[in-house]
């Protein structure tokens, strides 16, 4: 049976991933810091939030190091399409901290988080190339 051409469904398709100790409250939280990281991103952005995607990866402590130190906090890494204004990616990457120590509790000076802009078309998912950011919130 040949099948017609899959419809793009929907905006962002951001990827957050996370690397966090094996016995951190973010490692025991997930869920929750993935409802609250995808809550926060379809809020900042209007991307809609159902496409969203959150993976976490637990190493043992002593597993991330700052400046040749290993410390015991998570990273985050994000990837978003480019396209958005300085004032939404500050507001987004804010709201992501927010959330993320909301949740688990750890401190704000002990997590770091990176965000990573690509092209819509360095993206496919459902089969499909993702158009830019700048076809959200139209």
Same mark, same amino acid.
């Given at each position: 049976?040949?099948?017609?051409?899959?419809?793009?469904? !929907?905006?962002?398709k951001?990827?957050?991933?996370?690397? &966090?100790?094996?016995?951190?409250? +973010? @490692?025991?939280?997930? /869920?929750? %810091?993935a409802?609250?990281?995808?809550?926060?991103?379809?809020?900042?952005?209007?991307?809609?939030?159902?496409?969203?995607?959150?993976?976490?990866?637990?190493?043992?402590?002593?597993?991330?190091?700052?400046?040749?130190?290993?410390?015991?906090?998570?990273?985050?890494? !994000?990837?978003?399409?480019?396209?958005?204004s300085?004032? &939404?990616?500050?507001?987004?990457? +804010? @709201?992501?901290?927010? /959330?993320? %120590?909301?949740?688990?509790?750890?401190?704000?000076?002990?997590i770091?988080?990176?965000?990573?802009?690509?092209?819509?078309?360095?993206?496919?998912?459902?089969?499909?190339?993702?158009?830019e950011?700048?076809?959200?919130?139209?």
């Open positions: 049976m040949t099948r017609g051409p899959r419809r793009n469904r !929907g905006g962002s951001p990827f957050y991933q996370f690397t &966090v100790p094996a016995d951190s409250a +973010t @490692a025991r939280k997930k /869920a929750e %810091v409802a609250a990281v995808t809550a926060v991103h379809a809020e900042v952005t209007g991307a809609p939030s159902k496409y969203l995607n959150c993976s976490f990866v637990e190493v043992p402590p002593g597993s991330i190091f700052v400046a040749g130190t290993a410390v015991e906090a998570g990273r985050m890494v !994000g990837l978003i399409r480019q396209g958005r300085e004032e &939404v990616q500050r507001k987004l990457i +804010t @709201a992501l901290a927010d /959330a993320w %120590v909301s949740v688990t509790g750890e401190a704000i000076e002990d770091a988080l990176f965000l990573h802009e690509i092209p819509g078309y360095q993206v496919m998912e459902n089969g499909q190339l993702l158009p950011a700048s076809a959200d919130r139209k």
